[in-house]
Structure formats: C-alpha cells, structure tokens
C-alpha cells in the first residue's frame, strides 16, 4: 500500500496523559490489509525537559527507516488523537499494509523533558486475504441457441476486507466458456448462445490478484432445451402456392380442397428465422381422385297452371370426405325428354325456367354430368303437376260513343290468369241487351271481334261476352260494356250574298248544316239567325239550308251567326261568326222650281228629290240646302215617304222655310203597317184630310181627298 506521508506527534501533558495521533494512510488502490495496531511506550529515565509547554512526541518523515517506503506514496497526513493510557503509551492501526513483511518501528521525537528514542523493528507479515466465487444464470433454463448471460459475484473472507480485481474464468464442466473482467463491484459477466442441448454444471474461477486469492464457485446447473423454429412454412403444389401456416412448435400443416383431381408433387418450404435457416422439404406425392357427388333438385312450384313461369333448382352436393364447389351444367328432363340446361354457380346450384309444361302430370329430374374434379349423378324424380289455367275476358268497342246509324263492330280480348301465361284459343259469343249477336267467333291471337252494326237505336246497349275455354284454359265471361249510341253531330256553315254592302241593299245570308262523319243523311229543322244577341228570323231547312234575306241592316258592322236548333236525330250547332259590313249609300239629289220664270215678289217653291243610288234602296232623310251660286238661300227637310213590306208606308215632313217667303209647315201624321189606310194631316189647322192607300204589288200609293 502506498502512502503519501507519515506523521506521528505525542505529547505528555503535565498530568503524563499521553494522547495519540493514528496516521491514516492514503492509497492509489483501494485493496484492503488487515488493519494493524502497535503501541509504542515510552520510559521516561530522567527528569522532564526544561522546555517549556506541554511534553510530547512528535512523528517526522522516516528517510531511511524500514518502513520509509511509506511516506514515499503520498504527503496527505491523518490525524487522530487519542487520550495516553497506562503512561506514555501511543497505538496506530492501519489496513493499508501491502502483502509481504513489513519492518516497523517507532520513534518517539522527544519533548522539551525527554529526549527522543525509537524502538527495535517488528517484523509484520501481510498475506492475501481470501475470496469465494459465486456464479449465477439468466435465464437459468434454456433453449438451444438461446443468449445466456453468467455472472460471478467475488466476495472477501473475513477479515479481509476491499474489492478483488482482475478477472473470472466460465467452465463448463472442464471446457472454458470464456471469461469476464471484474468491475468496480467485484462481478464479472459472459454471456454465451452456443451452449449445446442438455445439462450443463457451470462454475466460475476467480483467477486472483496480488491482495486477494483465487477462488471457485460452486457448480450451477444450467439446461439447455432443444430450441423450436419459428416463422412460417409455405406449401406449394409443383410451383403453385397452396398456403402459408406460422409453425406450432415445430410443426406447420395446411389444408386445402383446392387440389384437382390428379396427382400432385406437394412441398413444405421453411423461410427461416432468426436462428434457423430457410429449408424445403422433398416433394410428396399426393394422387387425389374425382369426388363423389349428389344431385337434390327442387321445384319453385310443385303444382302449377299452364303457362305459370316454374323453376327447377339442383343442388349438386359433395359427398365427403371430397369437398368443393362443382362446375359444370345440369340437365333438366321431363321423363326422357330434355327441357334444358343450367350451368352451375358458385354456389354448386343450376335453374332452369319454364312455362311451356302441358296441363297434365310430370316426372321431372335433373343431371349432372360432372367436371374435371366432381364425378356426375342423377337426381330423384320429382313429380310436377300442371292444371289448366283461368281466363279473363275484357270487351272493347270500335266506337264509343257511336252515333245514330254509325257503324260499330266489338272486340274480346282473352288473355290467360296470372300466374299463367300463353295465348288462349276457342270462340267467343257476342250479346248485344241480352241477346245473341252473330255467331260465336274464334279467337285469333286471343282476339275475337264481331261483324259491325249500324242499327243499333239512341241511348245505351249493354255489351256482353263469353269465353268458351280451351285445353289449357278454362272458361270466362268479360264484364258487361255499355254503348253509348248519340245524336249524329252537325256542322253549321253561314255565308252572305254580298259582304259589304250599302244601307238598303238587299243582303241574303244561307246556313247550311251537314251531318259530320261519321254521322249520315241530311239534317232537318231550324235555324234561327242573330246579329248579335238579336233574333232576326227562324227559317226552316230545305234540303239542308236555310236562308234569310233583308234590306233593313244598318250602317255599321253585324255579328251575324245561324242557330241550328237540331232534331230527333241530329244534334245542335252553331255556326262561326260572319261579320257583315254595312255601308252608307250613295244618293242622287234633283232640283225643281213651282214657277220658272217668276216675277219679282212672286213666292217660289224649290224642291229637291234625293234618290237612293242603287244597289241601295230607301227614302234618304235630312235636309237640304238651297243656293243661289255660291248664296245660301235656306234649307228644308226632307219629306219622306215610303213603302216596305215589312212597315208599309212611312212619311216625314219636310220643312222648307225662306227668309223672304214666311214659313210652310207639314207634320207627320202616323205610320201604317202594309195594306191599311193612313191619314195625313197637313198644316197647323189642317182644313181637309188626305187618305193614302198602301199598294203593296206596286209598291205606291193611292191618295183619295175626302171632306
């Protein structure tokens, strides 16, 4: 052990109490000693020193004592006091002693009473101290392969004390594993994956140090278990994968249904881990033959009706141990005859649909022929029964509603009763009100329709029709179908001589009705005339036409329509619109004078006759203006009379009336209706009275003066 430095002070107090310093020593190493004590007496053979101060002894560096060695290994001094027993008795104890002999003295450096001394050399042997060797695993069971770490842990036998260095030798039995360098703790660890499967006594050897011995462990058991791969195993049959299994232990299996009817070189391919290599195992020869199968067929309708849609399922089944789905077709047979095939699905099922089963009893079965894979079978009859179906019935008519005297013909439309299907065949009875009409008609494309009839009556009829049936439906009745037999319609069409026209002109407006299509025959009746909402005359048809002729229109515009008022077979019409323009007419004006020449104060009428210019007719009405060149000499109102066969005769007075010549009045008298008399009053007070007769044929009157 290394020292830095070593001091060593006692001192006597007055009473001779010694207290003691213990040098404590410094090391570069830590490895322990046993510690030492020595007592070093000192006599004292003379009398106290004179110098002053408390006696003592002091511990001075040792440059040639045994034990100079010492103070060589380090300059860091310790101190500790301690009381003097028994005298002048000083100790010192240390566990820094190095291995080997040691020569050790002490020298007491005197105090100011005694002088110094030192003592004889003791000789102080320091052997290694002694160490045991522990060994422990983690884990302490294994498997091949598998990292197993082993740690010694070094202990020092008391009295020994300090930490061993150096390093620990792994045995396995009398193989040395390898070794591991103590640390700071005193353990050592190595860590091994090579160990083989089995037992194995494991120790541990602590090779020593220069202050600890060497010693061995114990042997600690450590086993090893046979290691299992892990991962996964692919299977392939030839090149095709058939599946990837991780391993269970050691083993890895797939199953498959997937392999063909055939043989097969199957092989396991291992991928490999981390501890275990990827290998693949020889080719197995594995021969799968063709799996036995069943056929179950089914019907969506056991009992059915012609012409009812009805499919046939098979269910081809797998009999163990085969598995899978079949592929292929089956074929669907009624007795020995063949409706038709179903490829299967991916559901090991075929259909076939029908609706062409004749009414009647049928054995129908279903045939599988098999596939690469699946061998082929034959289901068991199933028994289909087909009845006949219904029928219904529905009547339309050609014409509805018809028209008196239109022709009219009904159709039957058979057709089969849900669920069935098809086309019906067989007659049909037509009755028109209950009775029969015609003879019973076949169905053609499940269509029947009777001759045409133009007779039927107004009002409505009542259609019916029976169905007789057939082989493969039965017999029906249509609903009741109600004709409804109208009035022929008309048209009415209205046309005018003359549009325009002048006032007075003679205008004649035709109607004339036709039976529209496709009604027949010439209406008969009326037909009343309006301008406007105003009646002008109800004329009756003549061979279809009316007609209404007048000189009385106004002058403006007429909204002229004609009415037919229809009959017991020709319904009412009306016709468009006729606008008829109405025109003033021209008129022409002549003068004459009661006395030409006159003389000077002499009164002198002038009258003016003003004339209907023809095509116009009628007595203008007004006044007239009488001139003298560019003068005005007065005006007068027309007198008008005249003769219509509708008013007879009609007058208005005109007033003539001059600023020289006084005033010559005449009034209207009444208006009389055709072939009756009229009176005429003239003047204020008239002193006679004119009788005028209305000659119709002529067209004039005839006056005869009575008092």
Same mark, same amino acid.
């Given at each position: 052990?290394?020292?830095?430095?070593?001091?060593?002070?006692?001192?006597?107090?007055?009473?001779?109490?010694?207290?003691?310093?213990?040098?404590?020593?410094?090391?570069?190493?830590?490895?322990?000693?046993?510690?030492?004590?020595?007592?070093?007496?000192?006599?004292?053979?003379?009398?106290?020193?004179?110098?002053?101060?408390?006696?003592?002894?002091?511990?001075?560096?040792?440059?040639?004592?045994?034990?100079?060695?010492?103070?060589?290994?380090?300059?860091?001094?310790?101190?500790?006091?301690?009381?003097?027993?028994?005298?002048?008795?000083?100790?010192?104890?240390?566990?820094?002693?190095?291995?080997?002999?040691?020569?050790?003295?002490?020298?007491?450096?005197?105090?100011?009473?005694?002088?110094?001394?030192?003592?004889?050399?003791?000789?102080?042997?320091?052997?290694?101290?002694?160490?045991?060797?522990?060994?422990?695993?983690?884990?302490?069971?294994?498997?091949?392969?598998?990292?197993?770490?082993?740690?010694?842990?070094?202990?020092?036998?008391?009295?020994?004390?300090?930490?061993?260095?150096?390093?620990?030798?792994?045995?396995?039995?009398?193989?040395?594993?390898?070794?591991?360098?103590?640390?700071?703790?005193?353990?050592?660890?190595?860590?091994?994956?090579?160990?083989?499967?089995?037992?194995?006594?494991?120790?541990?050897?602590?090779?020593?140090?220069?202050?600890?011995?060497?010693?061995?462990?114990?042997?600690?058991?450590?086993?090893?278990?046979?290691?299992?791969?892990?991962?996964?195993?692919?299977?392939?049959?030839?090149?095709?994968?058939?599946?990837?299994?991780?391993?269970?232990?050691?083993?890895?299996?797939?199953?498959?249904?997937?392999?063909?009817?055939?043989?097969?070189?199957?092989?396991?391919?291992?991928?490999?881990?981390?501890?275990?290599?990827?290998?693949?195992?020889?080719?197995?020869?594995?021969?799968?033959?063709?799996?036995?199968?069943?056929?179950?067929?089914?019907?969506?309708?056991?009992?059915?009706?012609?012409?009812?849609?009805?499919?046939?399922?098979?269910?081809?089944?797998?009999?163990?141990?085969?598995?899978?789905?079949?592929?292929?077709?089956?074929?669907?047979?009624?007795?020995?005859?063949?409706?038709?095939?179903?490829?299967?699905?991916?559901?090991?099922?075929?259909?076939?649909?029908?609706?062409?089963?004749?009414?009647?009893?049928?054995?129908?079965?279903?045939?599988?022929?098999?596939?690469?894979?699946?061998?082929?079978?034959?289901?068991?009859?199933?028994?289909?029964?087909?009845?006949?179906?219904?029928?219904?019935?529905?009547?339309?008519?050609?014409?509805?509603?018809?028209?008196?005297?239109?022709?009219?013909?009904?159709? @039957?439309?058979?057709?089969?009763?849900?669920?069935?299907?098809?086309?019906?065949?067989?007659?049909?009875?037509?009755?028109?009100?209950?009775?029969?009409?015609?003879?019973?008609?076949?169905?053609?494309?499940?269509?029947?329709?009777?001759?045409?009839?133009?007779?039927?009556?107004?009002?409505?009829?009542?259609?019916?029709?029976?169905?007789?049936?057939?082989?493969?439906?039965?017999?029906?009745?249509?609903?009741?179908?109600?004709?409804?037999?109208?009035?022929?319609?008309?048209?009415?069409?209205?046309?005018?001589?003359?549009?325009?026209?002048?006032?007075?002109?003679?205008?004649?407006?035709?109607?004339?009705?036709?039976?529209?299509?496709?009604?027949?025959?010439?209406?008969?009746?009326?037909?009343?005339?309006?301008?406007?909402?105003?009646?002008?005359?109800? @004329?009756?048809?003549?061979?279809?036409?009316?007609?209404?002729?007048?000189?009385?229109?106004?002058?403006?515009?007429?909204?002229?329509?004609?009415?037919?008022?229809?009959?017991?077979?020709?319904?009412?019409?009306?016709?468009? @619109?006729?606008?008829?323009?109405?025109?003033?007419?021209?008129?022409?004006?002549?003068?004459?004078?009661?006395?030409?020449?006159?003389?000077?104060?002499?009164?002198?009428?002038?009258?003016?006759?003003?004339?209907?210019?023809?095509?116009?007719?009628?007595?203008?009405?007004?006044?007239?203006?009488?001139?003298?060149?560019?003068?005005?000499?007065?005006?007068?109102?027309?007198?008008?009379?005249?003769?219509?066969?509708?008013?007879?005769?009609?007058?208005?007075?005109?007033?003539?009336?001059?600023?020289?010549?006084?005033?010559?009045?005449?009034?209207?008298?009444?208006?009389?209706?055709?072939?009756?008399?009229?009176?005429?009053?003239?003047?204020?007070?008239?002193?006679?009275?004119?009788?005028?007769?209305?000659?119709?044929?002529?067209?004039?009157?005839?006056?005869?003066?009575?008092?």
């Amino acid at each position: 052990m290394q020292v830095a430095a070593s001091f060593l002070r006692i001192q006597y107090p007055a009473h001779y109490r010694l207290a003691h310093i213990s040098n404590r020593f410094l090391s570069k190493n830590t490895q322990p000693t046993p510690r030492i004590t020595r007592c070093a007496t000192v006599s004292s053979a003379r009398t106290p020193s004179p110098r002053p101060g408390l006696p003592g002894a002091q511990l001075f560096p040792l440059q040639e004592h045994p034990a100079h060695a010492l103070a060589d290994r380090g300059r860091r001094v310790l101190r500790r006091r301690n009381r003097a027993r028994n005298g002048g008795s000083a100790t010192y104890s240390t566990a820094g002693l190095a291995v080997g002999s040691h020569a050790i003295t002490a020298q007491y450096i005197g105090d100011g009473n005694f002088s110094d001394s030192t003592s004889p050399v003791v000789s102080q042997t320091v052997g290694q101290a002694g160490t045991t060797t522990s060994v422990a695993a983690s884990p302490s069971s294994s498997v091949y392969g598998q990292s197993v770490t082993f740690t010694a842990t070094i202990g020092v036998v008391t009295p020994g004390a300090g930490t061993p260095t150096g390093s620990v030798t792994f045995m396995d039995g009398s193989t040395t594993l390898g070794t591991g360098t103590l640390n700071s703790t005193g353990a050592a660890s190595f860590t091994i994956s090579a160990l083989a499967v089995g037992s194995h006594a494991i120790t541990a050897v602590y090779g020593g140090d220069g202050n600890f011995t060497t010693s061995s462990s114990n042997a600690a058991s450590q086993i090893v278990n046979q290691a299992s791969p892990t991962g996964s195993v692919e299977f392939f049959d030839g090149t095709t994968p058939i599946g990837t299994t991780p391993l269970s232990g050691s083993t890895a299996a797939v199953s498959t249904a997937a392999l063909t009817a055939g043989t097969h070189s199957i092989t396991a391919q291992y991928r490999g881990d981390g501890n275990f290599s990827s290998s693949t195992s020889s080719p197995a020869t594995v021969p799968v033959r063709r799996a036995s199968t069943t056929t179950n067929l089914s019907s969506s309708a056991s009992t059915s009706v012609f012409g009812q849609s009805v499919t046939f399922t098979a269910t081809i089944g797998v009999v163990a141990p085969g598995a899978g789905v079949p592929t292929g077709s089956v074929t669907f047979k009624d007795g020995s005859t063949t409706l038709g095939t179903g490829t299967l699905n991916s559901n090991g099922q075929a259909t076939f649909a029908t609706t062409t089963l004749a009414v009647g009893s049928h054995t129908i079965t279903a045939v599988y022929g098999g596939d690469p894979n699946f061998s082929g079978s034959t289901s068991a009859a199933l028994a289909q029964t087909v009845s006949k179906d219904g029928s219904t019935a529905a009547i339309t008519s050609s014409a509805s509603p018809s028209v008196l005297n239109q022709s009219v013909s009904f159709t @039957v439309k058979v057709s089969a009763a849900a669920p069935g299907s098809g086309t019906p065949t067989g007659t049909v009875q037509f009755r028109i009100d209950g009775s029969k009409f015609g003879s019973a008609v076949a169905l053609a494309g499940g269509s029947a329709t009777s001759t045409s009839i133009s007779t039927l009556k107004l009002g409505n009829h009542t259609i019916t029709a029976s169905y007789s049936g057939d082989g493969n439906f039965t017999a029906s009745t249509a609903p009741s179908f109600t004709q409804v037999v109208s009035k022929d319609n008309t048209t009415t069409k209205l046309v005018a001589t003359v549009n325009p026209s002048v006032y007075g002109q003679s205008i004649s407006f035709t109607a004339s009705v036709a039976a529209v299509a496709p009604g027949t025959g010439t209406p008969t009746g009326t037909v009343t005339f309006f301008d406007g909402s105003t009646t002008l005359k109800t @004329v009756t048809l003549t061979a279809g036409a009316a007609t209404y002729s007048t000189t009385k229109l106004v002058t403006g515009q007429h909204t002229i329509t004609a009415l037919y008022n229809g009959s017991s077979t020709f319904a009412i019409s009306t016709s468009a @619109v006729l606008t008829q323009t109405v025109n003033r007419d021209h008129t022409s004006t002549v003068v004459t004078t009661s006395a030409d020449p006159s003389i000077f104060g002499q009164s002198v009428t002038f009258t003016a006759t003003v004339k209907a210019a023809s095509p116009g007719s009628g007595t203008p009405t007004g006044s007239v203006t009488f001139m003298d060149g560019s003068t005005a000499l007065g005006s007068a109102t027309l007198r008008v009379c005249s003769i219509s066969p509708e008013k007879g005769l009609a007058c208005q007075v005109l007033r003539y009336q001059t600023p020289t010549f006084g005033i010559d009045s005449q009034t209207i008298a009444n208006i009389a209706e055709p072939g009756s008399a009229i009176t005429i009053r003239t003047g204020p007070s008239p002193s006679r009275i004119q009788s005028w007769m209305v000659d119709l044929t002529g067209r004039t009157l005839s006056r005869s003066l009575r008092p």
